[in-house]
């Protein structure tokens, strides 16, 4: 997410980081660099115009030059400064009488049929009873896409014939939940451009259905295009949210960082991913870190303590720690870290990491895993509870079932032998205070 923006603001940081003292040519300097990463980002022009001049003022003032790190406080300047960019946190607002009507609008392909499914998903999890509208009558094969989503996640989805009015659909869909839902998702048609006639159509939609959300679905990838889009659309049915789509295939961020700005919308949602449970709350000071490389820490224990299953993790470290964990209790954990997505995605939450994996293919940490979950169902259960049979002949056997090398089995029982003795280590009192990934509150 946002790599290319991320290591060229990062390489600005290191050189700052190298001088000591900074002068006002040092501050400069730095900054037409960072101006040259947001324009290459695709990042608005006058947004970057702004934001620079607002780190400029603090970063050439007593706040920089009095600090004994200067580096550092520029990098917290420019943190700062990018949340004020990227506006206030903005929750759905789903205030007032039940059912509250959400509707999706953008162009065809940004995505939107699949953000609506998410969005029910995330809104079901948080206590709602949502109800999915199929509204768009226009694109093939639209309204059973719809419905097939809602059948994998089991969330009911509202449709009639591609002969009624979108209008019409929606009003009756809003009758439908009066009492038995209490949100409604409208998902509306799409063009593959903004015209007067898509326009016209959501206005009434509007009128009939009175959403108190308006939110529109962009795909972060088509950078200044997007801006352009929110603007248009705000103009002509009044926005409340954004949400921002294939936010993981964005190495640049341009519209992330340019549209709260320019349009004054808050972005609500971003979509991470193609699975139905890869959407996010958006957080503006959590995106801003991992611009920078901070890692998003609140956000991957957010996603632990809603996928992990604590007591089970528990348990498999207090067995560690007894050195009674076995490969049994390591595939029930990998099993469950796999819940919270991919792996890449996680360890680009973690500080430092991201920038330890970042030169890595995306899917490398997943292979792995995938692999390393081969190699254990290989395993007989006797060897997965006492790995301390595993000879030779079995090893070889495990790597020709599991389709490894034996190097790669003897790697594995190595690691898996070296995470032991440092939790042993840990246990005899030379790591308190620490917790442990897959081992969420643990305190040693």
């Known amino acids: 997410m946002f790599q290319n923006l991320s290591d060229k603001l990062n390489a600005v940081f290191k050189k700052l980081s190298g001088k000591g003292k900074l002068s006002e040519a040092d501050v400069d300097a730095a900054l037409r660099e960072v101006r040259l990463a947001l324009l290459e980002a695709d990042v608005n022009f006058k947004v970057v115009k702004d934001f620079l ?26 943190n700062e400064e990018l949340i004020k960019t990227l506006g206030e946190p903005a929750k759905i607002d789903l205030s007032g009488e039940a059912p509250h009507v959400v509707m999706l609008v953008g162009l065809q392909g940004s995505g939107k049929t699949t953000t609506a499914a998410k969005l029910a998903l995330q809104l079901r999890k948080h206590g709602q009873k949502p109800l999915l509208v199929a509204a768009d009558t226009r694109r093939p094969a639209a ?48 063009r593959l451009h903004i015209d007067d006639e898509l326009m016209r159509e959501l206005e009434q939609v509007k009128q ?16 200044q295009e997007a801006v352009r889009v929110a603007d248009e659309f705000h103009k002509r049915v009044g926005l409340t949210g954004l949400i921002l789509t294939k936010v993981d295939g964005d190495a640049r961020g341009g519209a992330a960082l340019s549209v709260r700005s320019v349009t004054g919308v808050p972005i609500k949602y971003m ?24 890692g998003d820490v609140l956000t991957l224990i ?13 348990k498999a470290a207090e067995k560690l720690l007894k050195a009674q964990f076995d490969f049994e209790d390591f595939l029930a954990q990998l099993q469950q870290i796999k ?25 490398v940490t997943d292979q792995q895993m995938k692999r390393i979950e081969a190699i254990i169902n290989s395993m007989t259960r006797q060897e997965r509870q006492h790995p301390d049979i595993l000879n030779g002949s079995r090893r070889k056997r495990i790597a020709l079932g599991s389709g490894t090398s034996v190097q790669e089995v003897n790697q594995l029982m190595g690691q898996f032998k070296q995470m032991q003795r440092m939790m042993q280590q840990f ?15 643990l305190g040693l």
């Open 53 to 78: 001049g607002r780190v400029r003022e603090r970063a050439v003032g007593e706040e920089v030059m009095r600090s004994l790190s200067p580096a550092q406080t520029v990098v917290k300047i420019v």
């Open 143 to 190: 309204i059973q896409q719809l419905e097939t989503l809602g059948k994998q996640l089991d969330i009911p989805v509202h449709s009639e014939p591609n002969t009624v009015p979108p209008p019409t659909i929606c009003a009756n869909a809003v009758k439908r939940a009066a009492g038995a839902y209490t949100v409604v998702l409208l998902d509306t048609a799409g």
């Open 208 to 223: 009939k259905a009175s959403p108190r959300e308006v939110l529109l679905v962009v795909d972060a990838m088509t950078g």
């Open 271 to 294: 979509g991470v991913g193609e699975k139905t449970d890869q959407l996010e709350a958006f957080f503006p000071d959590r995106l801003a870190s991992r611009i920078l490389g901070m």
């Open 302 to 314: 957010e996603k632990a303590q809603e996928n992990l299953d604590q007591e089970a993790a528990q």
């Open 339 to 363: 819940k919270m997505g991919p792996l890449s995605q996680l360890l680009g939450m973690v500080p430092g990491l991201n920038q330890v994996t970042k030169d890595l293919p995306a899917d």
């Open 427 to 441: 246990k005899s009192g030379r790591g308190r205070g620490m917790n442990f990934p897959g081992f969420p509150g």
